[in-house]
């Protein structure tokens, strides 16, 4: 912070990007995978 | 219902031209596509046509197909993709916030759908303990579930933002403070369901639980008004400029169609669980056919 403006910060716009990335990832595969599971198991 | 999916798509690609198209067509490539309608009124189109989307994707979707929210995923990826480019190399750094400021591109979108998911929950349960139809105690399980993801991926937003412009990670403000206790509430609903086993009981108290946690949503939405509160407020089209329009825009039209696809792809699972729990087991069958 200078002079009440933020300067720097890429790192923090980065992890907030790759954290948003990794949640929406992570459940949308676990999403697919789980619902494979479920038609699997009522076949 | 079979061409409430393709009315819905009609209907977003109507809210993406007046939301998006006519924004970038100004800005990229100075052309007027507005067709003489003014901005205000485009904004307004494109938030109830996207909203009438997301009712006719929900709304019409039967539970027995995986490929409408798979198309739906993909086409959000997209979105997310151009926003995300726009947000981190074309768009340019905030006077005050600079270069973090972009982090708001994904964080007010995931705040905005995590309270759509809940709201979505919330009509869910209301449509559920009328019609006793078990479709809607799936979209509410999905919606829940979503919710619940999109509000923790909401306060680890807030905290990477809170750090380098308030200097903590962590306050215990009023909205965020609001936003904790409804993460909290809809994880315990979530666990709620676990612990039932009667599909009737645990369809019935989630709704009634899921009916009393809605109430702080409106709280949540509110409390950067109501209170004296270190968050800021909530901005509008005429408050933010236009250059942050663009990746803002893209990403909201993408994640809505995340959230979409989430809920359809988990109620589907919920669908799926409640057939198999309701089906007969194997013995009683075989059972059954000795007395035939």
Known sequence: ?43 | MKRAFPLGVALFAVAVYCGLIVTAGEQYLHADLSLGIPTGIRTLTAFLAGLAAVILFLGGDDLTDSSKPKILLGIGVAFILIGSYFGLFVAPPEQYMGETQRIMYVHVPTAWFALLAMTIAFVSAIVFLFRTDFKWDARMEGSIETGVVFAFLLCCQGAIWAKPTWGVWWDWDPRLTTTAVLLFAFVGILALRKFVDDPVKRGIWSAVATIIAFVDVPIVYFSVKWWNSLHQQQSSPDTVSKPFWIPLRANAFGILLLMTAFIMLRARISALRLKHELAPPPLAEAQLGEVV
């Open chain 1, 1 to 43: 912070m200078s002079g009440g403006v933020v300067t720097g910060g890429w790192s923090f716009v980065v992890a907030a990007y790759a954290v948003t990335a990794a949640v929406f990832l992570i459940y949308g595969v676990t999403l697919i995978a789980r619902l494979r599971d479920e038609e699997r198991r009522s076949q």
